[in-house]
């Protein structure tokens, strides 16, 4: 818990970083080149299928690394191993395994165990919260409140239960079982620093130790995703176990 609280630290410590596009969609603000990943990650977990309940005594008993149903950080979490994100803006029925999208999907779950050893982590967020700031006030050592702006999360939003509702059907229906699955704001100030632009369906991201190993994939619609760009991504994730 320490080396992540170390991790956390350092991470919300950087200055908000960028990377050209190279050559794929170019968004309006592309950000500089592939450096540090930008800051945390905080998201509502809906599933994580790497940590089954277990039995213990007679009793099911849920394994403590689950953090479904919980608001947590797996770039925190995942610290210096190699690790894929997937910023989803899209209903998850518009993703199915017949679609470019869905087979790269299948394809990152099933290589997720075998590389296993060399610490492959990833994640899937779709991004379907209300966006916006909220006003949150906390009271400092010496007694003073403080009032500060922070976005928006899964609590904020009334539609909550049905998104994550809809992303277990999606789950179950997609066979998803070793990459964690989450739910985030349509759009944040988090997401911006990320790189993933407001009117991108998906945004692909791959790092390892902190750094990014190429520029992020960028797809103004899901049908923009092509079998050639789903090669080049699990190519670069797979990479990304290579020290």
Known sequence: MRGIAVICGVLSGLTFLAFHPDGRTQPKT???????????????????????PQTVDGKMQRDPRDRSGKIHCYVCEYGLSPVFILFLRADPKQITADTPVGK?????????????????????????????EKAVKFTDDSGTEIAVTADKEYPDDENRDRYVQEIKDWIQAMKIANIPVGLAPLTSKNLTAWGVQDKD????????????????????TLGDLNEEQAKSILQTVLSATRY
Request: no cysteine; hydrophobic share 45%.
């Open 30 to 52: 592309p950000p500089a080149s592939a450096q540090m990943v930008p800051s945390t990650l905080r998201a509502f977990i809906v599933q994580d299928g790497r940590f089954p």
């Open 104 to 132: 790269l999907i299948r394809d990152l779950d099933a290589v997720m165990p075998k590389y296993r050893a060399d610490k492959l982590n990833g994640l899937i967020l779709f991004l379907r919260t209300e966006a916006g």
């Open 201 to 220: 369906a998906a945004t692909v991201v791959v790092y390892r130790r902190l750094k990014h190993l190429a520029p992020p994939w960028h797809f103004p």
